[in-house]
């Protein structure tokens, strides 16, 4: 008997929350020895669909059949088990415990007898160490996660998804925090584990990356499935029009705003942390887009944190609109009208428990005290309401919990949030970093209509293309200095790359 055409078939799968059908009768087959592409605007259902085949939700309808067999997970563990493994966008590990405790978590290796059995650590270094060495991956066994960067940690997450010897493995967002060499590394992998008959099931928004390493990609949009193509039958252009159902001529909403005068400016500022910004000079202007570019490292992050006053500064001056200010903490800063948008959505953005009202006000709060120290709701109700509805917020409700929005709308709701602050400088961080082509071009026409307003913004972005499409100027940094500041339309890719790699 031959090998099966298909290791995975997802049939009929239909799945509804209170106010949301999230996925319609979707039928999904991936291929063994394939990278099989998930892709779709925010809210179109991919997450949805791979937490039904992780054993996360219970399908409302229709059957999983892995390998042929009829299958119902009743948890993670029951698909780890049966050989599906995931790698998820939000990375969760055990920060103080080791690499290799958190990769072998829940199966160390033992030594003895009955009661007497004790964690095999010699062991479980040297399975760790040749997982590593099989997929060329440098990483320290006995380090604790904690000191690990994001893309390190990515790469524990992809050695753990390996070791169970899975025969698909899911992997969302696997790029997110990863450099270009960093994603080279991690697409030869996918194709060793590939060319072993290992399944992947990749979502990505990242279209360049789709069509470069997939062999199928399956498109969704609101909850229902478009198709499946061949990824070498499918162009940027003809991703983006079975995503939102429309044509996407321009990736980036027109511009009509104009800088003025200098709101910030930032002289000689030295980080207080050991090997990070040193020696940064820069303007901002009112009504400006600055871009910041850099590789990861550059500590582009530390600069505006302690613009914002999370992180604190040796020496250096910052001055607002003339007048020199010393921002000690958050709370000064948003005293300033100073705003950031954090770069990680998940641990430092929202609070996942609480609704989206709670999300959009939380940061404004005593705004809405009435003498009384209780809260006006009613007047803190009719602002969040027209928050959602200026920023297109799509959500059942209010009192919805913002843990079961899509992406792009969390980070709208955390937009929201900061703009009920009224602030005149709008610090933002990777502000698109894991949403789709579409909510991407809703939160650009934010941006763009918020400089139009005359405010200011800051806007950290690791996409090029974002940068050369939104920015008055770019600002690049390398190894925490400052090496350029380019003019928007004079800027290119390569000297935007050329300034991000000019090492001292």
């Known amino acids: 008997m031959g090998e099966r055409e298909y290791v995975l078939e997802m049939q009929g799968i239909s799945k509804s929350f209170p106010g949301v059908k999230a996925l319609d009768d979707v039928t999904v087959r991936v291929r063994p020895g394939s990278v099989h592409a998930l892709m779709g605007e925010n809210g179109a259902g991919k997450s949805t669909l791979m937490k039904c085949l992780f054993g996360i939700y219970k399908p409302d309808a229709g059957k999983i059949i892995l390998e042929g067999n009829s299958m119902e997970f009743q948890d993670s563990k029951h698909a780890l088990d049966a050989g599906i493994s995931m790698i998820h966008q939000e990375l969760n590990p055990i920060p103080f415990r080791s690499v290799m405790e958190n990769i072998w978590l829940g199966r160390y290796p033992t030594k003895g007898v009955g009661p007497f059995q004790l964690i095999d650590t010699a062991k479980m270094r040297k399975d760790t160490t040749e997982l590593f060495k099989s997929l060329n991956i440098d990483l320290n066994p006995d380090v604790w996660v904690s000191e690990l960067s994001v893309s390190k940690i990515q790469q524990m997450e992809m050695a753990k998804a390996v070791s169970y010897h899975s025969r698909v493995i899911i992997m969302d967002e696997p790029t997110s925090s990863l450099t270009e060499n960093e994603v080279d590394h991690l697409f030869s992998i996918i194709r060793k584990l590939r060319d072993e008959g290992v399944a992947i099931i990749y979502i990505s928004h990242k279209m360049e990356e789709i069509l470069e390493i997939a062999s199928e990609v399956s ?206 400088i709008l610090i933002l961080d990777e502000p698109t970093r894991g949403i789709d082509v579409g909510a991407k071009y809703e939160i650009y026409t934010i941006i763009a209509d918020l400089a139009k307003r005359g405010k200011s913004i800051i806007m950290i972005s690791s996409e090029m293309p974002e940068l050369l499409g939104m920015a008055d100027r770019i600002m690049v940094m390398c190894e925490g200095r400052l090496t350029g500041i380019l003019d928007g339309k004079e800027a290119t890719q390569e000297r935007v790359m050329g300034l991000a790699t000019q090492f001292m």
Not at 247 to 254: A, G, Q, S, V, W
Not at 383 to 394: C, N
Not at 395 to 420: C, E, H, M, Y
Request: a positive charge.
């Open 219 to 424: 498109i969704m949009r609101d909850g229902k499935l478009v198709g499946t193509y061949p990824s070498k039958e499918l162009t940027t252009d003809l991703i983006i029009k079975r995503m939102v159902g429309r044509d996407l001529t321009n990736r980036f909403p027109p511009r009509d705003n104009v800088p003025g005068d200098v709101v910030l400016r930032v002289e000689g500022l030295n980080s207080a942390e050991y090997h990070s910004f040193k020696d940064v000079s820069f303007e901002l202007r009112k009504g400006e887009i600055l871009g910041l570019g850099g590789l990861m490292g550059a500590k582009r992050t530390e600069l505006v944190e302690s613009i914002f006053g999370m992180r604190p500064v040796s020496s250096g001056k910052v001055y607002l609109n003339g007048s020199e200010i010393s921002i000690a903490s958050p709370i000064k800063a948003k005293q300033n009208k100073i705003a950031l948008v954090t770069e990680e959505r998940r641990t430092t953005g929202i609070f996942p428990m609480l609704s989206v009202h709670d999300n959009t006000l939380i940061a404004n709060i005593d705004h809405y005290l009435l003498k009384t120290r209780l809260l006006d709701r009613r007047r803190s109700a009719e602002d969040v309401e027209k928050s959602i509805d200026s920023l297109r917020v799509k959500t059942p409700n209010s009192s919805t919990l913002i843990q079961d929005l899509s992406g792009g709308n969390q980070q709208k709701v955390i937009f929201a949030r900061w703009l009920l602050t009224e602030p005149d």
